[in-house]
């Protein structure tokens, strides 16, 4: 019988497989954690700019917490009973959400973030896909000192007015009992993937229309690494922290995905053609006796 090992390998069943790209994006924003905390060089990038804004963000759930929590608690008890509380803190982390987006996140920490971002390429050896859009030092010791400045716009994430508009239009999803809250954080969440690997694009230099296609060919995908994004964000004092290490996340994805772009197609293997008289000669018998005839 014909050993298995020979069988074409099954695709996945598309449920298993939905699942599994699912868990793949949405691991991403996790790895980029582990990948910062491991990598001392990327601290400075967030002591000498974020931390600033750390401490203000902190100072703006402060005051949420200390003047709207309690009296939205108080509404949200009236139809969600003892679950209330949730509700009520992911309302509250929303709206600060919203506003440290609208007053911080566009202006102050973008530049962060593409310097995170392209630092990771260059680890991950794509110095050739970044070095037409900014300086590189390459005698530098690593890859936060090689990053020059930019000769072209450099953008992580485009100030999206539309983004912040929807914030604020979800955001009464969490009076919604048990689904409003998972509901708000998924579908804001797939929004903010979209924007996951807009630095990509510039980098290679895709139009608008080539973008909306690589968006839709992976909004799956998108959408549960926003997700994860998304519930990190929420946390507080630390989104600025979690806004890099998720950058750091989308660029570890990037530079999977363009190591198997540039990686050569597998050769086919060569035909083997195989003659009548070896087809018909059985391999338990004997070889046929030599004759030595020219003719």
């Known amino acids: 019988m014909e050993s298995q090992s020979h069988l074409p390998r099954r ?5 298993i497989n939905y699942v599994s790209r699912a868990l793949i994006a949405a691991s991403y924003p996790l790895r980029g954690i582990w ?21 203000v963000s902190f100072l703006v759930y402060a005051i949420l917490f200390t003047f709207a929590f309690l009296p939205q ?13 949730v509700n009520a803190v992911v309302l509250v982390l929303g709206e600060g959400l919203v506003i440290i987006q609208g007053l911080f996140e566009g202006f102050f920490v973008d530049e962060c973030r593409v310097d995170v ?11 050739s896909l970044v070095a037409p859009h900014r300086l590189l030092f390459p005698d530098a010791p ?4 090689k990053l020059g400045k930019p000769t072209s716009p450099a953008v992580y994430q485009p100030w999206s007015l539309v983004q912040i508009v929807e914030l604020i239009v979800f955001l009464p999803l969490n009076l919604i009992p048990y689904v409003g809250t998972p509901a708000f954080i998924i579908i804001t969440g797939a929004r903010l993937g979209t924007f996951a690997q807009y630095r990509w694009f510039e980098l ?3 139009t608008k229309k080539e973008r909306k296609k690589e968006v839709r060919s992976r909004m799956w995908e998108y959408t549960w690494f926003g997700t994860i994004a998304m519930l990190l964000q929420l946390i507080p004092i630390l989104s600025f922290f979690f806004l890099l290490t998720s950058t750091t996340g989308s660029a570890l994805w990037t530079a999977k995905l363009e190591h198997q772009a540039r990686a ?9 053609i195989v003659s009548a008289d070896a087809q018909e000669h059985d391999p338990d ?10 003719v």
Do not use: Q
């Not at 050569?264 to 083997?272: E, G, S």
């Open 285 to 294: 018998e004997p070889p046929p006796p030599y004759v030595d005839n020219p």
């Open 11 to 15: 695709p996945l069943p598309r449920p």
């Open 204 to 206: 290679r230099g895709l």
């Open 142 to 145: 690593n890859s936060v000192k």
């Open 264 to 272: 050569p197609p597998t050769p086919a293997a060569p035909a083997i």
């Open 35 to 55: 990948y910062f905390l491991r990598h001392p060089i990327y601290y400075p990038l967030f002591l000498s700019r974020l931390l600033p804004l750390s401490i």
């Open 117 to 127: 971002f392209d630092a990771t390429l260059l680890d991950k050896g794509l110095d």
């Open 73 to 85: 608690y108080a509404f949200l008890a009236l139809f969600h009973g003892w679950g209330a509380w």
